[in-house]
Nanobody, 126 residues
Framework: QVQLVESGGGLVQAGGSLRLSCATS????????LGWFRQAPGKERAFVAA????????FYADSVKGRFTISRDNDKNTVYLQMNSLKPEDTAVYYC???????????????????WGQGTQVTVSS
């Protein structure tokens, strides 16, 4: 079992930045690919970014490419999402998720991730 706890959300003006963190515990952190997803009001949860177990490969939704950066620190068991040039449409609850590397087949797919945090609210005002 893997426990994930997000932090760093809040209210920011358009054009501003936030850095989300997701601290994990319970299993060997480096065995897991990690992803960030978000759910805006009235919408389904959607993929934002993901990172492989060693941090060498990262993946982004088109809507956040060039603005968001995912990274991980395997010594601190933490994954980060640096969000720059925020837009009102980035407003959502942001979730981090984990999947054991050996069973992951589609890093973009929400249903591939069995472990989820509780979410952190990000609100971007115009």
């Amino acid at each position: 079992q893997v426990q994930l706890v997000e932090s760093g959300g809040g209210l920011v003006q358009a054009g501003g930045s936030l850095r989300l963190s997701c601290a994990t515990s319970g299993r060997t952190f480096s065995n897991y690919a990690l992803g960030w997803f978000r759910q805006a009001p009235g919408k389904e949860r959607a993929f934002v970014a993901a990172i492989t177990w060693n941090g060498r490969n990262t993946f982004y939704a088109d809507s956040v490419k060039g603005r968001f950066t995912i990274s991980r620190d395997n010594d601190k068991n933490t994954v980060y999402l640096q969000m720059n040039s925020l837009k009102p449409e980035d407003t959502a609850v942001y979730y981090c998720a984990a999947c054991l590397v050996g069973v992951l087949t589609d890093i973009f797919a929400e249903n591939e991730y069995p472990y989820w945090g509780q979410g952190t609210q990000v609100t971007v005002s115009s």
